[in-house]
């Protein structure tokens, strides 16, 4: 089992930038993809990026496209989550995931990970 912990919430002012961190133990972290996912309050948690474990490759969703980048640096087991011009509708609590299977990359579907972050606030006011 790998442990999440993430950083880098607040408020921001619509057009603003914040940058998440979320810093992994318990395992290898370079084995496996790392995801970013969002819940707003009296909403599913959705999807906002990926990163495969293997090159690099991301994976966004259409809403952050644009504005949100998505890196990991494997030497200090940490993704991040750039996020830039910042708009109201983004506000919610951000989540780190992990997948169970390593050596695996594409997934998408919160089902898919099963290890997960704490959370942090992002609040975006106009």
């Known amino acids: 089992q790998v442990q999440l912990a993430e950083s880098g919430g607040g408020l921001v002012q619509a057009g603003g930038s914040l940058r998440l961190s979320c810093a992994a133990s318990g395992r290898t972290f370079s084995n496996y993809d790392m995801g970013w996912f969002r819940q707003a309050p009296g909403k599913e948690r959705e999807f906002v990026a990926s990163?495969?474990?293997?090159?690099?490759?991301?994976r966004y969703a259409d809403f952050v496209k644009g504005r949100f980048t998505i890196s990991r640096d494997n030497a200090k087991n940490t993704v991040y989550l750039q996020m830039n011009s910042l708009k109201a509708e983004d506000t919610a609590v951000y989540y780190c995931?992990?997948?169970?299977?390593?050596?695996?990359?594409?997934?998408?579907?919160?089902?898919?990970?099963?290890?997960w972050g704490q959370g942090t606030q992002v609040t975006v006011f106009s």
């Open positions: 995931a992990a997948p169970n299977r390593k050596f695996y990359t594409g997934y998408t579907d919160p089902v898919d990970f099963g290890s």
């Open positions: 990163i495969s474990w293997v090159g690099g490759a991301t």
